[in-house]
C-alpha cells in the first residue's frame, strides 16, 4: 500500500473545501487496510506505554466532522490497542446547566487529558465555532456581558472567539500537551447513503434521529463554518488534518499513520533510565526473588 505522509493531509495554507477530495482507498482492498491499521495501532499503542513513563507530555485528538463522518467507529477501532488506562474519550453533547455557569471552553479545559496519556475529544471545542455559528440563538445561553440578541453576534465576536480558541491551544502546546485536530472531510452524498443505511438496518436505527435531516438542510452553510474554522485555526503548534472520510476503512489508516509519524518524531519520549544504584543491584533484587 502507497506510504501516507502526514503532510498530504496537514493544513499549512488557505483551504478550500469544495476542492478537497472526500474519498480514497489507496488503490487497495478493504483486508489489506484492516492488517495496515492494525500494525499500526500495535505501534502506537506501545507509544503511549512510553509516554507514560516519561510523563513529560500529553496528547490531545480533536475529531470533528458532520453526522455519519465516522466519528465513533474510527475512536474505537484506531485505539483498540491501547491499555484502556492510557486513553479517556469524552464525547461533548449540548452544555449542562452547570457547564453553562462557566466560560465555553471550561468543560473542555477541565477533560484535558494527564501527562502521560491520550485524550480523545469527540466533538470538541471547536462546536462553539461550529453548531452556535450555524444556530446562533445557542450563544444566548451563555450569558455574556454585551450579547443580548442575536443581531449583536457580529464578525468581531467570531474572530475574537477564533482568538481565544488559538490562544487556548498555544497555552496547552506550551506546556506539553501534542495537539491534533483532524476534520473527517465527508461528502453530502455519502452521508445520504448512510443516513439511509440507519434507517434501512435495524440493528442502526437506534442512531437515526429526524434532527439529523433538519441538519442536513444546513449541509452548505455547516461547510463554510468549517472552512473558515479551519483556516483561522491551523497552526504549526495545533494542525488541523483534513481526513477523506467516505472509506471509512481508510480513513482510520490515515489517521492512525499520521498520529504514528508525528509522534516518532519527539526523540526525547522514551522510558527514563533506573537510578544507577538500582541499576547496580539489579541482580542482587533477582537472586532475592529467586531466593524465596
Known amino acids: 500500500m502507497k506510504n501516507i505522509t502526514s503532510a ?46 516519561h510523563s513529560k507530555y500529553s496528547v490531545l485528538i480533536c475529531i470533528q466532522g458532520m453526522d455519519t463522518a465516522g466519528k465513533d467507529s474510527l475512536i474505537r477501532e484506531v485505539f483498540k490497542d491501547f491499555n484502556a488506562r492510557g486513553v479517556v474519550v469524552h464525547s461533548f453533547k449540548v452544555p449542562t446547566a452547570l457547564e453553562l455557569k462557566h466560560d465555553y471552553l471550561w468543560r473542555h479545559y477541565i477533560a484535558l487529558p494527564a501527562k502521560g496519556k491520550f485524550g480523545v475529544f469527540n466533538r470538541t471545542h471547536y462546536e462553539n465555532v461550529l453548531v452556535t455559528r450555524v444556530h446562533p440563538e445557542y450563544i444566548l445561553n451563555e ?43 465527508l461528502s453530502k452524498e455519502e452521508q445520504r447513503q448512510r443516513l ?57 489508516v490515515i489517521v492512525a499513520s499520521i498520529l504514528l509519524e508525528e509522534l516518532t518524531k519527539y526523540k526525547e519520549i522514551k522510558e527514563p533510565e533506573l537510578d544507577d544504584k538500582i541499576k547496580a543491584n539489579l541482580e542482587i533484587y533477582k537472586k532475592q526473588l529467586e531466593s524465596e
Open 8 to 53: 498530504n493531509y496537514k493544513v499549512t495554507e488557505k483551504i478550500d473545501l469544495e476542492s478537497i477530495a472526500t474519498y480514497n482507498d489507496f488503490g487497495t482492498s478493504n483486508k489489506k487496510l484492516r492488517k495496515s491499521l492494525k500494525e499500526i495501532r500495535i505501534m502506537l499503542g506501545a507509544f503511549q506505554d512510553t509516554l507514560y513513563a
Open 143 to 185: 450569558n455574556i456581558p454585551g450579547i443580548d440578541k442575536v443581531s449583536d453576534l457580529d464578525q468581531e465576536f467570531w474572530d475574537t472567539r477564533f482568538e481565544q480558541i488559538n490562544s487556548f491551544e498555544r497555552h496547552l502546546a506550551q506546556n506539553g500537551t501534542i495537539i491534533f485536530k483532524f476534520f473527517l472531510h
Open 196 to 252: 439511509l443505511r440507519r434507517l434501512a438496518l435495524k440493528r442502526k436505527n437506534w442512531k437515526f434521529s429526524p434532527g439529523d435531516l433538519k441538519e442536513r438542510l444546513l449541509w452548505g452553510k455547516y461547510q463554510v463554518c468549517y472552512e473558515e474554522a479551519i483556516n483561522k485555526t491551523s497552526k504549526p503548534h495545533a494542525p488541523w488534518f483534513i481526513i477523506p472520510a467516505d472509506n471509512k476503512k481508510a480513513a482510520r
